[in-house]
């Protein structure tokens, strides 16, 4: 049930684009690899990024947020890969994501919370996901990603990647990994469960009218309406269910950038306009604080900004769009 490895930062032109702040990737690198002190204060406009909230979870979290992949979904590379969260916690990110299917990305999360310091976890709203659809796998999952993030709970557990009506028959039938998330909720190892995906929006829309999740995470981008779209149909239906919303693809794994089709500002003010949050995937701490700094960028995108936008992108929309159905 994994997703393709597509680093939504991979772009080399996108860099530079939103500015950045004076701490070095050797600084961190080096705290990562030995003991590493607590995390430096977030600078005082990163801290005083307006907020939102998530759904009925009730948790406050900016338009930008931390994704899973990028340079966390690798394996052997801690040296890179947790300078990145470092540095995403030290300017006071609220939203990180992980799965068990991005590989040592877990991994990386845990080392990461341990070198911040001991405040460091409860300070972010942590969310991972299952790919198993049976009771069982999905409980084993669970302990096992709570080991590898160094942690008690999960502040959102999602049932991940969910594409065909036979997952979801298994999922919410007897032994399904429904019954997991109940178990786990009442034992306290998950605050609230969400449901993702970016293949097909009515296999979504369906898990939302079979359980009450709290949150759903969902591709967003100006080629959304062109084919199959989430913006009609999952986002509106997760809007009038009171769902929290999380973008993801947002840069359609940076094709948009490549095809220099919009900038990085226009597709995460795009996303975030619809979105609670947007995650993205970041390669590199420069990449961490260009995707943070968007979060001082005018919100929401004005609809007719978002017409042309959509417009502009239209006749290649197909090529933004290749995860879906």
Same mark, same amino acid.
């Given at each position: 049930?994994?997703?393709?490895?597509? &680093?939504?930062?991979?772009?080399?032109?996108?860099? !530079?684009?939103?500015?950045?702040?004076?701490?070095?990737?050797? =600084?961190?690198?080096?705290?990562?690899?030995?003991?590493?002190?607590?995390?430096?204060?977030?600078?005082?406009?990163?801290?005083?990024?307006?907020?939102? =909230?998530?759904?009925?979870?009730?948790?406050?979290? *900016?338009?930008?947020?931390?994704?899973?992949?990028?340079?966390?979904? &690798?394996?052997?590379?801690?040296?890179?890969? +947790?300078?990145?969260?470092?540095?995403?916690?030290?300017?006071?990110?609220?939203?990180?994501?992980?799965?068990?299917?991005?590989?040592? /990305?877990?991994?990386?999360?845990?080392?990461?919370?341990?070198?911040?310091?001991?405040?460091?976890?409860?300070? +972010?709203?942590?969310?991972?996901?299952?790919?198993?659809?049976?009771?069982?796998?999905?409980?084993?999952?669970?302990?096992?990603?709570?080991?590898?993030?160094?942690?008690?709970?999960?502040?959102?557990?999602?049932?991940?990647?969910?594409?065909?009506?036979?997952?979801?028959?298994?999922?919410?039938?007897?032994?399904?990994?429904?019954?997991?998330?109940?178990?786990?909720?009442?034992?306290?190892?998950?605050?609230?469960?969400?449901?993702?995906?970016?293949?097909?929006?009515?296999? $979504?829309?369906?898990?939302?009218?079979?359980?009450?999740?709290?949150?759903?995470?969902?591709?967003?981008? @100006?080629?959304?309406?062109?084919?199959?779209?989430? $913006?009609?149909? +999952?986002?509106? *239906?997760?809007?009038?269910?009171?769902? !929290?919303?999380?973008?993801?693809?947002?840069?359609?794994?940076?094709? $948009?950038?490549?095809?220099?089709?919009?900038? @990085?500002?226009?597709?995460?003010?795009?996303?975030?306009?619809?979105?609670?949050?947007?995650?993205?995937?970041?390669?590199?701490?420069? #990449?961490?604080?260009?995707?943070?700094?968007?979060? /001082?960028?005018?919100?929401?995108?004005?609809?007719? #900004?978002?017409?042309?936008?959509?417009?502009?992108?239209?006749?290649?929309?197909?090529?933004?769009?290749?995860?879906?159905?």
């Amino acid at each position: 049930m994994s997703e393709p490895n597509e &680093t939504e930062g991979a772009d080399a032109g996108r860099r !530079g684009v939103l500015g950045a702040v004076a701490t070095t990737a050797a =600084t961190f690198a080096a705290g990562a690899a030995g003991s590493a002190p607590a995390v430096p204060a977030a600078p005082r406009s990163a801290a005083a990024a307006p907020s939102r =909230t998530l759904g009925r979870t009730g948790a406050q979290v *900016e338009a930008v947020s931390l994704g899973g992949e990028g340079i966390l979904r &690798t394996t052997g590379r801690h040296r890179e890969a +947790v300078p990145v969260i470092l540095e995403a916690l030290r300017l006071g990110v609220r939203y990180c994501d992980t799965a068990p299917a991005y590989q040592q /990305s877990q991994d990386y999360y845990g080392e990461a919370f341990r070198a911040a310091g001991p405040k460091a976890r409860e300070q +972010v709203f942590l969310a991972s996901k299952t790919h198993a659809r049976d009771r069982d796998g999905a409980l084993r999952l669970l302990d096992d990603s709570l080991r590898r993030l160094g942690t008690d709970h999960l502040d959102l557990w999602q049932l991940h990647d969910l594409r065909e009506l036979d997952e979801l028959d298994a999922i919410f039938g007897k032994g399904g990994a429904i019954e997991a998330v109940d178990q786990a909720r009442a034992d306290g190892r998950v605050r609230h469960v969400g449901i993702t995906g970016h293949h097909d929006p009515q296999i $979504l829309v369906e898990a939302m009218r079979r359980y009450p999740v709290d949150t759903v995470l969902c591709a967003i981008n @100006p080629a959304d309406p062109a084919r199959l779209p989430f $913006l009609t149909t +999952v986002v509106e *239906e997760a809007r009038r269910r009171g769902v !929290g919303v999380i973008g993801m693809k947002i840069m359609a794994a940076g094709r $948009l950038l490549q095809d220099r089709a919009a900038s @990085p500002g226009e597709l995460i003010r795009y996303a975030a306009s619809h979105a609670d949050t947007v995650i993205i995937g970041c390669s590199s701490i420069a #990449e961490v604080r260009e995707n943070l700094g968007a979060r /001082s960028l005018p919100f929401p995108m004005p609809p007719a #900004e978002r017409a042309a936008l959509e417009a502009r992108v239209a006749p290649r929309a197909g090529r933004y769009d290749s995860f879906k159905a």
